[in-house]
């Protein structure tokens, strides 16, 4: 459903940008740094909006994979913690704090023989 609006979202605003950019076909000056040339509105604002949204593409998919990479190497994680067995010992431990600041640290609890 969410893919869906976001579709309907895009091809209305695809629909603005084509008929805004079609009132306007007068040919402009478009200065770019190294140079200036003549042309229609209409392909100065198609393009730009062309490179936006490719530029917004581009970065959404990089940040997908990154992210799906992420995934991948905690699942392996997870699997990894899930095969070991668990390290239980013999003599019961207690976290005790070690001094201000610090984090606790875990000591073998010894039970003296009465």
């Known amino acids: ?47 730009s909006a062309l490179l936006g949204g490719l530029s917004v593409g581009l970065l959404g998919i990089i940040r997908s994979y990154r992210l799906n990479r992420q995934l991948k190497a905690l699942q392996r994680e997870l699997n990894e913690l899930k095969s070991k067995p668990l390290g239980y010992t013999k003599e019961p431990v207690v ?5 201000p600041g610090a984090e606790p640290a875990a000591v073998p609890v010894r039970h003296s023989a009465e």
């Open 1 to 47: 459903m969410k893919t869906q609006g976001l579709l309907i979202s895009g091809l209305i605003f695809a629909l603005i940008i084509a008929i805004f950019a079609v009132i306007n076909v007068d040919p402009v000056q478009v200065n770019f740094l190294f140079a200036q040339t003549n042309s229609p509105l209409i392909l100065v604002i198609l393009g």
């Open 95 to 99: 976290l005790q704090e070690t001094g």
